[in-house]
């Protein structure tokens, strides 16, 4: 099945830095998604890009499906970006909606 | 509330015993999910349902059973149960359209524990 790698695996950010975090993927996709998944354990979806670019605030990403790999930027960071980022994939071959999600990257965004 | 509503949010009980865990969606979407996440926050899928019919059913044992009355709901039922089904485990729902999910939105998890 369709790998999917997340890097780093863990960030310690100081409250408005900036960050880029990493998504790679084995096979071509046609749905590639984001969640955070916030210190209480609620998984939130941020953006459904299995290509280009999009924009929400202070959070942007970047899908490259030729390149097989995707990318969440996040700016000026707060305390309530802390959580885990995970990015989930669909292969092409896959039926049903079945996502993939890769490890995670755990952020923590300190004051 | 719009949502996907997981009951209960916390469950401990003793191995071999037998127990369900609900799952609504108002969302009026058509297709349902039930995902694993370990002690490593690892997310695995583990059934899916479109419109009431079984479309995913991942290498899960026999003791797993889910159950979709309609396509708001999808309870999963759990027999016999074991000290390594301790986990998260999470309903989500999507609207499948041209083959691909919109929306997909999560519940909150329910907290497995066996003892």
């Known amino acids: 099945g369709i790998q999917v790698e997340q890097s780093p695996p863990d960030l310690i950010l100081q409250e408005g830095a900036n960050s880029t975090l990493r998504c790679n993927f084995s096979?071509?996709?046609?749905?590639l998604q984001w969640f955070h998944q916030n210190p209480w354990g609620q998984l939130i979806n941020l953006f459904y890009?299995?290509?280009g670019t999009k924009q929400n605030g202070r959070l942007s990403a970047t899908t490259v499906a030729t390149e097989r790999y995707s990318l969440l930027y996040i700016s000026s960071s707060q305390t309530t970006d802390s959580g885990v980022y995970f990015c989930?994939?669909?292969?092409?071959?896959?039926?049903?909606?079945?996502?993939?999600f890769g490890t995670g990257t755990q952020l923590k965004v300190e004051l | 509330d719009t949502a996907v509503s997981q009951t209960p949010k916390y469950l401990v009980t003793q191995m071999g015993n037998d127990k369900s865990i609900k799952c609504e969606q108002n969302?009026?979407?058509?297709?349902m999910y039930w995902y694993k996440q370990d002690s490593k926050k690892f997310l695995k899928i583990m059934f899916s349902?479109?419109?009431?019919?079984?479309?995913i059913n991942e290498t899960v044992p026999n003791r797993f059973s889910p159950k979709s009355p309609d396509k708001a709901h999808l309870n999963l039922h759990i027999n016999s149960l074991e000290l390594g089904d301790s986990a998260v485990y999470f309903c989500?729902?999507?609207?499948?359209?041209?083959?691909?999910?919109?929306?997909?939105?999560f519940g909150s998890g329910t907290r497995l524990t066996v003892v």
């Open positions: 096979d071509s996709v046609n749905n």
């Open positions: 989930a994939v669909e292969g092409l071959t896959g039926g049903g909606n079945k996502l993939t």
């Open positions: 989500a729902s999507s609207l499948f359209l041209g083959g691909l999910p919109y929306g997909y939105t």
């Open positions: 969302l009026g979407h058509d297709t």
């Open positions: 349902y479109n419109n009431k019919e079984l479309i």
């Open positions: 890009i299995p290509s």
